[in-house]
């Protein structure tokens, strides 16, 4: 038994790919501390925000891709 599961929740640095299948350039976001906050941004390149948690920036992402109403 190892502990990668568990851990891959607690990494500061997450990418994450959209199952959407929109096959456009959001094929990922990542989310990374900046300061005392977050930066969201995709991989598309056009999509960039500040978040104050790295909760509230994979939701950004999600909405951003589309996998959640806004
Ligand atoms: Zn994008």
Redesign the pocket.
Request: include cysteine.
């Given at each position: 038994m190892d502990n990668e599961e568990s851990g891959l929740n607690e990494k500061p640095l997450e990418f994450f790919t959209s199952m959407s299948g929109t096959g456009g350039?959001?094929d990922g976001q990542a989310v990374i501390p900046d300061g005392d906050h977050y930066r969201a941004y995709?991989?598309?390149g056009?999509?960039e925000v500040e978040a104050p948690t790295q909760k509230e920036g994979l939701r950004l992402c999600r909405v951003?891709?589309g996998s959640v109403p806004a």
């Amino acid at each position: 038994m190892d502990n990668e599961e568990s851990g891959l929740n607690e990494k500061p640095l997450e990418f994450f790919t959209s199952m959407s299948g929109t096959g456009g350039y959001c094929d990922g976001q990542a989310v990374i501390p900046d300061g005392d906050h977050y930066r969201a941004y995709c991989l598309c390149g056009h999509w960039e925000v500040e978040a104050p948690t790295q909760k509230e920036g994979l939701r950004l992402c999600r909405v951003h891709t589309g996998s959640v109403p806004a």
